[in-house]
């Protein structure tokens, strides 16, 4: 659950807004590598330390371990809340760290690609039409017989059967 940067700023501490105030959008672009890396690694401090706070409270709850901090009551009412401030943080500062690590593998993709592109050898015009040497998959000719009868073939049989039919219809025949 994301919480409202007025909240955010109600459970930290000065120096932690000031940080945190820069893993929001427009601030967290302005942010170098170096920059965003060493935010990175104060913010999961924070994390871990509020992490390990919380755990010891609630052991102290249970009855499992002694309280801790009794004359120093101050910013131990809410550890956990505090720890997903910082998670959040972490989560946009992450985010941020792998877009720009895309956008720099994106662009070595590119570079790579006009690289092989002057590398190929041009071409002035392209191959001759017709027969080459390899010309692809040759044709089998068919093994079996076509028969192949003429047409006035066609018309001779069926005028012989005709001739045939009116000689035994013939009286004479």
Do not use: C
């Amino acid at each position: 659950m994301t919480l409202s940067t007025k909240s955010e700023n109600s459970l930290l501490k000065q120096d932690e807004r000031e940080v945190i105030a820069r893993t929001h959008f427009p601030a967290l672009i302005d942010l170098d590598d170096k920059g965003l890396s060493e935010t990175l690694r104060r913010v999961r401090d924070w994390q871990d330390k509020e992490r390990s706070l919380a755990r010891q409270m609630r052991r102290s709850i249970r009855g499992k371990a002694e309280t801790r901090g009794g004359s120093f009551p101050g910013n131990v009412n809410q550890p956990s809340r505090r720890k997903q401030v910082f998670a959040g943080a972490a989560k946009r500062l992450n985010r941020e760290v792998a877009r720009r690590q895309a956008f720099v593998a994106h662009e070595a993709l590119k570079d790579a690609a006009r690289r092989a592109l002057a590398l190929k050898p041009q071409e002035s015009s392209p191959p001759p039409t017709g027969q080459s040497r390899v010309g692809g998959m040759t044709p089998i000719e068919n093994r079996r017989r076509r028969w192949r009868v003429s047409g006035a073939r066609i018309g001779s049989v069926s005028q012989a059967g005709k001739q045939a039919q009116a000689a035994r219809d013939s009286p004479a025949g």
